[in-house]
């Protein structure tokens, strides 16, 4: 399907979508292997999680300490680490009482795996289950049972120099003639568009994610659920065609070579002012805000926008979940501890340290959030889960990864790489 403009409804979310895949963090590492107490007796509360959610947790955990005179045993491992030694953990009977597992279904270690196996604490009954928005449900779901709590989310953001838009005297784009407008501008000024290192295929995927967001979830909540029942495939949707089309159009304005890019030499090259926009996770901000001299005050940001109507802009975000491990002996003392990182004192607490949006509830006071340009979609409930998340497995991931790289070097085309996504797709869950 060519990229013309297509009229739109206003976008609406439906609890009828699933799947998942882990967030990739190469930070050191230290696995976890629980011994084992008698009967739940025990006051010492296992937990085995992510290296960033280690660090948003730490106040926290001390804090239940003092309140509830229970101990932490909390160890964490980058998450492919983390992935394999939790399913070990989790078959011999070794695993902590609180873990981190994947959203929806398409990890071995997701909520919706773990959930239709039993082997996580069913949640629904938590008070908290009710203020999930419905992005972030449909991911912390095994059937109908809510098995994953949201510690925090993180979105996918366009970043851009406010000096290079001053100088040029560009608009925020918030349609998508006028970001494509906004990158010719740039070019004829001598600046790259949109500075994109896609070494390895990493950052390529954020763009398919944003733009499907808005032109495949926002039209068609309920696509990936007939999907799943193989009512329809991504060769077959016009908007899974024109999600591609508009990648390969946005391409022409990408970093020369953007393929053997690495990221931090694209978004080093965006703080120089020596580009437009890039497009990151805000869990990258800081990252992005250390190669500037101003740090964050240099950059601004906002959603992607794939179509003509700025109202149907969606920010697709990720939630990081944790979740209760159904074999422990510690059960209700772990749920309780879910329910202490629910309060909204606690859920800001944790935002706030990570930088990213809430798990739950409101969002933070704009003037306190590193993310307050994009609120106003959070606050609005126009927010779509990472289009992979949804998958049915994460071979169909990889595939995207690899075949995207082909698609933008013209090695094939775009029925080819949907073709290939169908294949893995087809294999179904993990």
């Given at each position: 399907m060519s990229t013309s403009v297509r009229a739109r409804r206003r976008p609406r979310v439906r609890v009828a979508l699933a799947a998942a895949v882990a967030a990739v963090l190469a930070l050191p590492s230290c696995g976890f292997v629980r011994s084992g107490d008698e009967a739940g007796k025990s006051t010492t509360l296992s937990a085995y999680t992510s290296p960033e959610q280690n660090t948003g947790l730490k106040e926290l955990y001390a804090a239940y300490e003092k309140q509830e005179g229970v101990t932490f045993d909390a160890s964490h491992a980058a998450a492919e680490e983390l992935n394999q030694q939790l399913r070990v953990q989790l078959t011999s009977g070794t695993a902590a009482d609180v873990i981190r597992v994947s959203p929806g279904y398409s990890s071995p270690v997701s909520a919706g795996v773990l959930g239709q196996t039993d082997e996580l604490a069913d949640l629904s009954d938590s008070a908290w289950a009710d203020r999930l928005d419905d992005s972030t449900a449909v991911l912390a779901q095994a059937g109908d049972r809510t098995v994953a709590?949201?510690?925090?989310?993180?979105?996918?953001?366009?970043?851009?120099?406010?000096?290079?838009?001053?100088?040029?005297?560009?608009?925020?784009?918030?349609?998508?003639?006028?970001?494509?407008?906004?990158?010719?501008?740039?070019?004829?000024?001598?600046?790259?568009?949109?500075?994109?290192?896609?070494?390895?295929?990493?950052?390529?995927?954020?763009?398919?994610?944003?733009?499907?967001?808005?032109?495949?979830?926002?039209?068609?909540?309920?696509?990936?659920?007939?999907?799943?029942?193989?009512?329809?495939?991504?060769?077959?949707?016009?908007?899974?065609?024109?999600?591609?089309?508009?990648?390969?159009?946005?391409?022409?304005?990408?970093?020369?070579?953007?393929?053997?890019?690495?990221?931090?030499?694209?978004?080093?090259?965006?703080?120089?002012?020596?580009?437009?926009?890039?497009?990151?996770?805000?869990?990258?901000?800081?990252?992005?805000?250390?190669?500037?001299?101003?740090?964050?005050?240099?950059?601004?940001?906002?959603?992607?926008?794939?179509?003509?109507?700025?109202?149907?802009?969606?920010?697709?975000?990720?939630?990081?979940?944790?979740?209760?491990?159904?074999?422990?002996?510690?059960?209700?003392?772990?749920?309780?501890?879910?329910?202490?990182?629910?309060?909204?004192?606690?859920?800001?607490?944790?935002?706030?340290?990570?930088?990213?949006?809430?798990?739950?509830?409101?969002?933070?006071?704009?003037?306190?959030?590193?993310?307050?340009?994009?609120?106003?979609?959070?606050?609005?409930?126009?927010?779509?889960?990472?289009?992979?998340?949804?998958?049915?497995?994460?071979?169909?991931?990889?595939?995207?990864?690899?075949?995207g790289q082909q698609l933008l070097d013209r090695k094939i085309d775009v029925p080819e790489l949907l073709r290939k996504m169908d294949k893995q797709y087809a294999k179904g869950a993990p």
């Open positions: 709590y949201p510690v925090g989310r993180n979105a996918i953001v366009a970043a851009y120099n406010k000096e290079v838009f001053a100088e040029l005297d560009l608009e925020v784009p918030t349609t998508w003639s006028e970001l494509l407008d906004a990158c010719e501008a740039l070019k004829k000024a001598g600046k790259t568009p949109i500075a994109a290192g896609l070494v390895e295929g990493i950052y390529l995927q954020f763009y398919v994610y944003a733009l499907a967001g808005t032109l495949v979830h926002a039209e068609q909540p309920d696509l990936d659920e007939r999907m799943r029942a193989g009512k329809t495939s991504f060769a077959k949707e016009p908007a899974w065609t024109e999600v591609f089309d508009k990648l390969t159009k946005l391409s022409e304005y990408f970093t020369p070579h953007a393929l053997g890019t690495p990221p931090d030499q694209a978004q080093q090259e965006l703080a120089r002012g020596k580009a437009g926009i890039t497009l990151l996770v805000s869990a990258g901000l800081p990252q992005l805000y250390d190669y500037a001299p101003d740090g964050a005050e240099t950059f601004g940001l906002f959603a992607l926008p794939a179509d003509e109507d700025p109202g149907a802009t969606m920010l697709p975000t990720a939630p990081d979940f944790l979740a209760v491990n159904a074999a422990s002996p510690r059960v209700a003392q772990a749920k309780k501890f879910l329910d202490f990182l629910s309060r909204p004192k606690n859920v800001d607490r944790y935002a706030k340290t990570l930088g990213v949006l809430p798990g739950l509830g409101k969002t933070p006071d704009a003037k306190d959030s590193p993310l307050a340009e994009v609120l106003p979609l959070v606050e609005e409930g126009r927010t779509a889960p990472y289009a992979n998340y949804l998958w049915s497995n994460g071979d169909t991931q990889q595939t995207l990864l690899q075949s």
